[in-house]
Nanobody, 114 residues
Framework: VQLQASGGGLVQAGGSLTLSCAAS????????MGWYREDAGKQRELVAE???????NYSDPVKGRFTLSRDNVKNSIQLEMNTLKPEDTSVYYC?????????WGQGTQVTVSS
């Protein structure tokens, strides 16, 4: 199983970015997918996750600003990030639970300038 993440970049505060992540490989059992972020020297933290039936869960810092959606045909998720703040600057990681195991994509940098 591989997770391919894309969509990071540099944006000004108040702007928007969209992160995408697609899973491929031997996907026998599908589960929750989501995005985490990690700052240097800090623990990786949940940004948002979405269940197989499309129910999202957001961390408090991003509620009302980020929207996570899922396409079960393409085995992909998309995180729309609006009203970005400098504190959203981080490396974002896609995560997916497939075949009862957790898999991670490569990190993608999101930088929000003030």
């Amino acid at each position: 199983v591989q997770l391919q993440a894309s969509g990071g970049g540099l944006v000004q505060a108040g702007g928007s970015l969209t992160l995408s992540c697609a899973a491929s490989g031997n996907l026998l059992s599908l589960g929750t997918m989501g995005w985490y972020r990690e700052d240097a020297g800090k623990q990786r933290e949940l940004v948002a996750e979405i269940t197989l039936d499309g129910t999202p869960n957001y961390s408090d810092p991003v509620k009302g600003r980020f929207t996570l959606s899922r396409d079960n045909v393409k085995n992909s998720i998309q995180l729309e990030m609006n009203t970005l703040k400098p504190e959203d600057t981080s490396v974002y990681y896609c995560e997916g639970r497939f075949n009862f195991h957790d898999y991670w994509g490569q990190g993608t940098q999101v930088t929000v300038s003030s």
